[in-house]
Protein backbone atom coordinates (compact mmCIF):
# COMPACT_ATOMS: atom_id res chain seq x y z
CA UNK A 1 0.00 0.00 0.00
CA UNK A 2 1.41 3.18 -1.09
CA UNK A 3 0.49 6.88 -0.21
CA UNK A 4 2.95 9.66 0.18
CA UNK A 5 3.50 11.76 3.02
CA UNK A 6 0.15 14.59 2.33
CA UNK A 7 -2.45 11.02 1.82
CA UNK A 8 -0.91 9.95 5.44
CA UNK A 9 -1.60 13.01 6.82
CA UNK A 10 -4.90 13.71 5.68
CA UNK A 11 -6.28 9.78 6.51
CA UNK A 12 -4.60 9.83 10.37
CA UNK A 13 -5.17 12.28 13.13
CA UNK A 14 -1.80 13.36 14.20
CA UNK A 15 -0.55 10.90 16.83
CA UNK A 16 -1.19 7.97 14.83
CA UNK A 17 0.67 9.89 12.01
CA UNK A 18 3.43 10.53 14.18
CA UNK A 19 3.81 7.20 15.40
CA UNK A 20 3.05 5.00 11.96
CA UNK A 21 4.88 6.95 9.49
CA UNK A 22 7.55 8.70 11.91
CA UNK A 23 7.90 6.04 14.33
CA UNK A 24 7.47 7.57 17.27
CA UNK A 25 6.17 6.38 20.85
CA UNK A 26 2.63 7.11 22.59
CA UNK A 27 3.34 7.71 26.22
CA UNK A 28 2.47 4.83 28.52
CA UNK A 29 -1.02 3.91 29.89
CA UNK A 30 -2.30 6.93 28.05
CA UNK A 31 -3.69 4.82 24.68
CA UNK A 32 -7.38 3.63 24.31
CA UNK A 33 -6.32 0.19 23.92
CA UNK A 34 -3.08 -0.37 26.60
CA UNK A 35 -6.14 -2.17 29.22
CA UNK A 36 -9.17 -2.53 26.99
CA UNK A 37 -10.52 -6.06 27.15
CA UNK A 38 -13.03 -6.75 24.47
CA UNK A 39 -13.44 -9.67 22.40
CA UNK A 40 -11.90 -8.82 18.94
CA UNK A 41 -9.26 -8.30 16.42
CA UNK A 42 -6.68 -5.25 16.45
CA UNK A 43 -6.49 -4.27 13.46
CA UNK A 44 -3.28 -1.65 11.42
CA UNK A 45 -5.26 2.15 11.50
CA UNK A 46 -3.28 3.04 8.32
CA UNK A 47 -4.83 0.24 5.94
CA UNK A 48 -7.26 -2.22 8.35
CA UNK A 49 -4.78 -5.20 7.71
CA UNK A 50 -5.67 -7.55 10.81
CA UNK A 51 -2.43 -7.54 13.43
CA UNK A 52 -3.42 -9.00 16.84
CA UNK A 53 -6.03 -11.13 17.74
CA UNK A 54 -7.55 -10.03 21.34
CA UNK A 55 -6.98 -13.99 22.12
CA UNK A 56 -3.29 -13.36 22.59
CA UNK A 57 -3.48 -10.31 24.75
CA UNK A 58 -2.23 -10.20 28.16
CA UNK A 59 -1.37 -7.23 30.52
CA UNK A 60 2.77 -6.67 30.83
CA UNK A 61 2.63 -3.69 32.74
CA UNK A 62 4.10 -1.64 30.64
CA UNK A 63 1.18 0.77 29.67
CA UNK A 64 0.75 -0.13 26.12
CA UNK A 65 -0.80 -2.95 24.72
CA UNK A 66 0.93 -6.60 24.65
CA UNK A 67 0.45 -9.65 22.87
CA UNK A 68 2.54 -12.51 22.28
CA UNK A 69 1.85 -13.47 18.90
CA UNK A 70 0.42 -11.97 15.51
CA UNK A 71 -2.43 -12.49 14.16
CA UNK A 72 -0.93 -14.32 11.60
CA UNK A 73 2.78 -15.28 10.62
CA UNK A 74 2.12 -12.67 7.62
CA UNK A 75 0.76 -9.94 9.66
CA UNK A 76 3.69 -8.02 10.83
CA UNK A 77 7.66 -7.67 9.94
CA UNK A 78 10.28 -7.43 12.85
CA UNK A 79 13.33 -5.01 11.89
CA UNK A 80 16.36 -3.97 13.48
CA UNK A 81 16.07 -0.62 15.72
CA UNK A 82 19.52 1.36 16.62
CA UNK A 83 17.81 4.27 17.52
CA UNK A 84 17.94 6.77 20.81
CA UNK A 85 21.37 4.57 21.78
CA UNK A 86 19.39 1.23 22.15
CA UNK A 87 19.24 -1.74 19.87
CA UNK A 88 15.66 -3.25 19.64
CA UNK A 89 13.14 -5.39 17.17
CA UNK A 90 10.91 -2.66 15.41
CA UNK A 91 7.42 -4.36 14.31
CA UNK A 92 6.00 -2.88 11.25
CA UNK A 93 2.60 -3.97 9.51
CA UNK A 94 3.28 -6.17 6.59
CA UNK A 95 1.02 -4.30 4.08
CA UNK A 96 1.90 -0.64 4.77
CA UNK A 97 5.16 -0.69 6.33
CA UNK A 98 3.44 1.55 9.19
CA UNK A 99 5.72 1.42 12.34
CA UNK A 100 3.33 -0.26 15.17
CA UNK A 101 5.63 -0.58 18.04
CA UNK A 102 8.68 -3.39 19.31
CA UNK A 103 9.06 -7.35 20.11
CA UNK A 104 10.94 -8.27 23.42
CA UNK A 105 11.83 -11.40 24.20
CA UNK A 106 10.17 -11.59 28.04
CA UNK A 107 7.05 -12.63 26.86
CA UNK A 108 4.28 -15.00 28.33
CA UNK A 109 4.15 -18.73 26.85
CA UNK A 110 4.00 -20.17 24.71
CA UNK A 111 6.07 -17.65 22.44
CA UNK A 112 8.02 -15.78 25.05
CA UNK A 113 7.38 -12.86 23.31
CA UNK A 114 5.79 -9.52 24.28
CA UNK A 115 4.81 -7.24 21.14
CA UNK A 116 4.53 -4.51 22.98
CA UNK A 117 2.26 -2.10 20.32
CA UNK A 118 1.34 1.46 20.46
CA UNK A 119 -2.48 1.80 20.84
CA UNK A 120 -2.15 5.25 17.93
CA UNK A 121 -1.01 2.47 15.78
CA UNK A 122 -4.20 0.44 15.79
CA UNK A 123 -8.30 0.06 15.02
CA UNK A 124 -10.55 -2.27 17.04
CA UNK A 125 -12.78 -4.94 15.31
CA UNK A 126 -15.25 -6.16 17.56
CA UNK A 127 -16.01 -9.72 16.48
CA UNK A 128 -15.93 -13.63 18.01
CA UNK A 129 -12.25 -15.06 17.82
Known sequence: MK???????????????QVTRHGCTEHPFSGKYYNHKENG????ICCDAPLFSSTTKYDSGSGWPSYYEPHSNEAVTVHRDTSHGMIREEVKCTNCDA???????????????????????????????
Open 3 to 17: KNDQEWREKLDEESY
Open 41 to 44: TYNC
Open 99 to 129: HLGHVFPDGPKPTGLRYCINSAALDFENNKD
